[in-house]
């Protein structure tokens, strides 16, 4: 992770500091800060960054479209949202314009952090409250639900399957012949791309949602003497 360098676009200078700080604390390099669209292109350019946070409410402009037009300039950026308002509509057309992500600006550190690991991995990135309208005025929350698991690989789902049966890392790891940390990143990853916060959670959203096979258990009869 400490290849990885952002570029943060945002006018509150305190909020940018404060995201530059939880970012490096976590082995991710920050290499600029711009505050105006008009600052803002020419660092792109500069800095080449691996991701750009782009506050959508900058003061010359709006945020949405410049980072629209660093993506159609080709840049080899990521480019995510941060805003202060929970707006679908925004959303919407930030994903439509190719943003990887967008995150509510008084989102947990702890879960920022996961949501910005996920988007380096090359996952989108939506909130969980707004997924319904995300997807659609009408959507029902099955169609939510599945904006959020279509982010999983087959081997999350697996690892996923695995939580719901109860089964510790080290179980995990030897029934799917991998390591202990491969095991503790596909969990990680699960719990980003899922929205929660532990392994319980996990596992209660997929069984809720029937997102995996909940084994049966056999009721056992005991003989007669």
Not at 20 to 34: K, N, Q, S, Y
Not at 70 to 98: F, K
Not at 153 to 164: G, M, Q, W, Y
């Amino acid at each position: 992770m400490t290849s990885t360098r952002v570029l943060i676009i945002d006018d509150h200078a305190l909020f940018a500091e404060a995201i530059r700080l939880t970012l490096e604390d976590h082995g991710i390099l920050v290499v600029g800060i711009a505050h105006s669209v008009e600052e803002a292109l020419p660092a792109v350019h500069r800095l080449r960054p691996d991701l750009t946070l782009v506050d959508i409410g900058l003061p010359d402009g709006s945020g949405l479209t410049l980072g629209k037009r660093i993506l159609q300039e080709g840049h080899a950026t990521r480019v995510v949202a941060l805003s202060a308002l929970e707006d679908a509509r925004a959303v919407r057309e930030a994903l439509r314009a190719g943003f990887q992500g967008y995150i509510i600006k008084d989102t947990p550190i702890s879960s920022f952090i996961r949501a910005i690991e996920a988007v380096l991995s090359g996952e989108v990135v939506v909130p969980r409250t707004l997924a319904p309208r995300v997807a659609g005025m009408r959507s029902s929350e099955e169609e939510a639900v599945a904006l959020l698991v279509d982010q999983l690989t087959p081997k999350e789902r697996e690892v996923l399957e695995l939580l719901v049966q109860g089964a510790s890392g080290q179980s995990i790891a030897r029934s799917l012949g991998i390591s202990p940390n491969t095991v503790r990143t596909h969990v990680q990853n699960v719990l980003t791309k899922l929205q929660v916060r532990s392994r319980l959670e996990a596992a209660t959203f997929a069984v809720r949602h029937r997102i995996v096979a909940v084994p049966h258990q056999e009721r056992r009869t005991a003989d007669a003497s």
